[in-house]
């Protein structure tokens, strides 16, 4: 590019955009003929403080102040929404008068990213899916240049923002004549997916929010967010009222099926049950239900349905057809949700028939696919949804795991609620067991257990809870490599019962771990491992680099415990850990983001779904997969950090000595 | 095209397509592969009956029955909803042999014509809106090709319709699962704009109808046609309820500017009417409510705005400013119509403050863009809507007439309703009046006539017959040119009224022609006749090729009384006629073609729209319009036949000494 007369050297950072432009222009005209992502709502007349930008330097550009104008008047009595921060400056007042470098902070960006407090996830990068835009439009005149409000605005719009091709809902017409009397024929108009008109506000206005859930089985979170600038305002969870017609979702595929109008009555449930969350969350955020512009949802296939009105009914049966496989986008109002009128509903698409919206989201989260190592991705519930891959494919399959890990099938089992067990370590000297409490903070040999089980006594054993305990077991040789609980164990904490013997975990009440629930517990894990392998076969490899654990289940266990006990291959236990809550992580992204929307869409497109039903080898590894991992051959970085119990020649039994306490 | 082995060659009439086919090919295969329009719905399996065909010749292939296939058995077991008519083949069925020639009636082609009746005016070719189409869609399966119901209906309609790029209403999902369940994997589907899939029914379905309405200040009619066929089924016209507020659109833009939610009342009304009718219609056309797809709206900007619950006041007022000029494409749900769940909603576009979606639809209808004779179009209301033009240029104006042509500001006005006088001729010779009434079948003079009013007793005297009065009266020399009447007129039907005098018209009850009646016609008329010649000069021309006078009173009154009232500029009389209910035919078009939709919009984004309140020409036309005819160099064509009276060189006034009956 060859310097022009009267042209000045601008560099931005830090997307390092520079090129010479006009002695004189403002730094916000500078950024766009640039191409520079600086962000303003008002355009350019000093009411949004959105633009806000630094002086910079560089080796190229030394600092000079007198390079740009000083604050003019509209800069000295800015008092906009935003405050100007300390050493910053308006983009849109400030011009460059010679050769500068500026400075973007992040803050300032349209684009900008949304940095999660956890390092092993990407940050997310908001595209935002509404933006709004204030625009003075010209007064009507009469004669034959006259124009409609509706063109009026159009035009404005594109001289003011050179935006063209957009659509205004022509719902939003009376409040489009409204506005320009009520706002002296300025307006602030929101839209949507970048061509669809979808409000308009008197004057200058800068507030627009979105709901992202998480429809889970058991419970429903949401969180509610800025659109513009990505934050988190208010994070609201709540049961799922649909839990009063079966803890495991295929109870209500059941009741659905016995009862007519039964999945009318189950969408009914689960749309108040978000109407009314959003009414919690726009409360907490100070802000109103009409303010509330995009509402994103994922859920497993069958809440998925449910809340979409779709019958569940054939997810509960072979070939398990989903209704659709395709992302959905619908007016909130047709959901029964009180947002904006003109709010919109994005759903994210479902994988297959057992893999739902809910490991989309989660897998456009952990991302998998934007990575070389190869990772896998389980999220646990009445299904295991299974996904493995990187950046060159991924595979995605479920597997009928039952609901053990939610505590059904489960003598003492329950949900991991408040009193239910989560923690066990089993003492490989006395045998004696330690637990720990959902909503506790002490284990049971440490002071102030039994004040919190006071409060809150204990009231059965949860998902992670007999994992930790048969894998404990299983560590101490009181449960043998089949699963059988060793009846001669040197503890009497071993009790008969009938013809097998159960270990008394607890006392008051008493909570067993009875040899049904480890053959339970043993069908669920073997489900699980069998369908990592199967996809570990389809992909062509033995090992895998990472392993997220997702769901609220994944990330209450223990990961080394999950892996003794064969729930997952091996791996170097430092690249294993809970996903956090990674399906709500997702829905947030696809809140925040038309990229990340086109990005999941695109991710579910070419996952290859793999059905552990037709597959024979499935069986086989299920049959393998029964036993509790032996052979350090096949967990070597387990077998390198844990001692695992070697294999008796005959029964595999061992016996060992050990006092009782 | 050289021809392969194994060909044939096929001729199709009336479209002259032609080329060469495999032997053995079904006629609807070769059609589509010719690119001819034979219409399906059924996709080709004999149960539709809308590719009906007959054997023809022309002077290169003659008829030779051989040439196809005998009718099979699906053919001969044919029981459709469509018989098939004599001489007529299943185009699905029936296989070319040799070289033939197919003729395509115009019931089997989707692009048919319906003929309107008037000569005058264009056929419409129906360009369907919502289509359907029957498909059989795979069953799902189990496995990694398992695909949703959404994905194997759209990949279905890909296979057997070459349908791509369609987008299926997530609303619409429920009706696809129970669908595919009802009609064992057959379907039929409703496509929108040829994208939008909006509904889904069980097996096959050939029924989907739309309305078309005009709502008028006066009346709302609604024609409810076969989307598919365009045959109008069933007309229904009702009284606009809006008149409780006002006559005239005028008196309504107060009422709403008076009164705290008055447009909010209007609007409940005006929707309330337009569903009642659909209603009506429906049960008239033996359709119900949810098969009616798509509702068109026509009417002047002021109805306009109330049907779509803007706020008309701004059109009551300069700069007379639209809310919007493009045409709106809407839910019928948000207006408050009970229609099918996904029923779309089209309103024409207005083309400015004063001129309305109705004359755009006028203008569709007599379509003066498409020929070379330059058109004039008036629809005369509250105010003139005028549009001047042909092929290469269409100018529309405004002209502020006032009511007097609704009957409003006469002595003895009233709506052109049963017991108004509607035509009035004057006896040169008697100065007796002959009058007929609305309703009714006969002049005054006729047998039969005194038996009407005694069932519809007169009642006053419509915008048509005060017209057709004084003209008739300055024929006879009773008023003068500058529209004075004469007191000493011959005949005892002049009797004095203050300082003027009125022309008793009827006496039974009393129905006069005063002085300010004619005053008041004359500046309606002066209104309109400026506005005609203002286009015209912006036209570049000082004559018309054709008048088309459109509207309820355009089609009441005697073209030549227009004329020699000076309403109209001078036209030979056989161009002059009524446009019938061109307003009308524009919507039916609309609702019948997206042809239709994207000619008018594009017609009214061209028109150059003339503000008569800017122009001091204007004024000056209205000024030399205020006369009544007198020079036969003005009216050259109307001289021709109308012996019209030599003004007087004095005071215009000339005396005649008639015999009083």
């Known amino acids: ?45 000093g ?7 630094q002086l910079g330097s560089s080796k190229s550009i030394a600092l000079d102040p007198d390079k740009v104008t000083n604050p003019n008047l509209v800069e000295l009595n800015y008092r906009g929404a935003r405050p100007l921060r300390e050493g910053n400056r308006l983009g849109c007042q400030m011009e460059v008068l010679g050769d500068v470098v500026i400075a973007v902070p992040p803050d300032s960006q349209v684009h900008r990213q949304v940095v999660r407090k956890r390092p092993e996830v990407p940050d997310i990068d908001v595209d935002p899916v509404v933006r709004l835009y204030y625009v003075e439009v010209p007064e009507s005149v009469l004669g034959s240049d006259a124009a409609s409000d509706h063109r009026r605005l159009l035009t404005a719009l594109e001289d003011q923002w050179s935006l063209t091709g957009l659509h205004l809902d022509p719902r939003a017409l009376p409040e489009l004549q409204t506005s320009l009397i009520e706002g002296k024929s300025a307006v602030t108009v929101a839209i949507h997916d970048e061509k669809d008109i979808t409000a308009v506000w008197p004057g200058f206005r800068d507030r627009t929010f979105g709901v992202a859930f998480d429809i889970g089985s058991t419970t429903i979170a949401g969180h509610l967010c800025d659109l513009l600038t990505g934050e988190v305002l208010a994070t609201h969870g709540e049961m799922n009222p649909q839990i009063r017609f079966g803890e495991d979702v295929m109870s209500r595929v059941s009741y659905t099926m016995m009862n007519e109008g039964g999945a009318f009555e189950l969408t009914r449930l689960v749309q108040q049950a978000i109407d009314s969350a959003i009414g919690e969350l726009v409360v907490e955020a100070g ?26 009914t054939p997810l509960g049966s072979a070939p398990f057809n989903l209704a659709t496989d395709e992302a959905v986008r619908l007016e909130a109002g047709a959901l029964g949700l009180d947002v904006h009128p003109r709010g919109k509903v994005y759903v994210l698409p479902c994988v297959a028939g057992h893999v739902g919206a809910d490991a989309a989201a989660a897998m456009l989260s952990e991302a998998p696919h934007r990575n070389e190592p190869i990772q896998l991705l389980v999220d646990v519930g009445t299904n295991a949804e299974i996904v493995l891959g990187n950046s060159e494919r991924i595979l995605a399959a479920s597997s009928p795991t039952g609901p053990a890990f939610e505590g059904a099938q489960i003598s003492a089992g329950q949900r991991a609620a408040p009193g239910a067990i989560e923690r066990v370590r089993i003492d490989p000297e006395t045998l004696e067991p330690r637990i720990r409490v959902v909503g506790g903070d002490h284990w049971s040999d440490e002071d102030g257990f039994y004040d919190e089980i006071a409060a809150t006594p204990v009231t059965g054993i949860c998902g992670s809870g007999i994992i930790e305990a048969i894998a404990g077991l299983f560590l101490v040789g009181i449960v043998d490599e089949d699963g059988a609980i060793q ?34 517990v043993q069908l669920a894990k073997a489900a699980l491992l069998a369908g990592a392998r199967l996809l570990m076969d389809h992909f062509g490899t033995d090992t895998v680099d990472q392993i997220r654990l997702a769901g609220a289940f994944g990330n209450h266990i223990d990961p080394k415990y999950a892996m003794v006990l064969g729930m ?16 709500g992580s997702g829905a947030i992204m696809a809140l925040l983001s038309g990229a990340a929307r086109r990005e999941v869409e695109e991710l579910v497109r070419r996952v290859e779904k793999i059905e552990t039903a037709t597959e024979p080898r499935f069986q086989e590894h299920f049959v393998t997969a029964l036993g509790i991992p032996h052979k350090t051959a096949d967990y070597p970085h387990l077998a390198a950090v844990v001692d695992l119990p070697a294999r008796t020649a005959s029964t595999g039994r061992r016996r060992r000595s050990r006092r009782k306490p």
Chains 1, 2 share one sequence.
């Open 568 to 583: 997952i291959p091996d791996c170097d236990l430092g690249s294993v850990s809970g996903a956090g809550n990674a399906a």
């Open 1 to 45: 590019m060859s310097r022009g007369e009267g042209e000045i050297h601008v560099l931005f950072t830090p997307s390092g955009r520079q090129g010479d432009i006009a002695r004189g222009t403002n730094v916000l005209d500078a950024a766009r003929h640039l191409g520079v992502d600086l962000d303003s709502i008002c355009g350019g007349r």
């Open 487 to 520: 009846g001669d164990a040197a503890t009497d904490r071993i009790v008969a019962d009938g013809r097998t013997s159960s270990y008394v975990l607890w006392t008051d009440p008493q909570i067993l771990v009875t040899q049904g629930d480890v053959r339970a």
């Open 47 to 53: 009411i949004c403080g959105r633009c806000q930008v």
């Open 287 to 312: 802000a109103g239900r009409d303010e509330v512009f995009e509402v994103v949802l994922v859920g497993n296939p069958i809440m998925h349905h449910l809340f979409l009105g779709l019958d569940p």
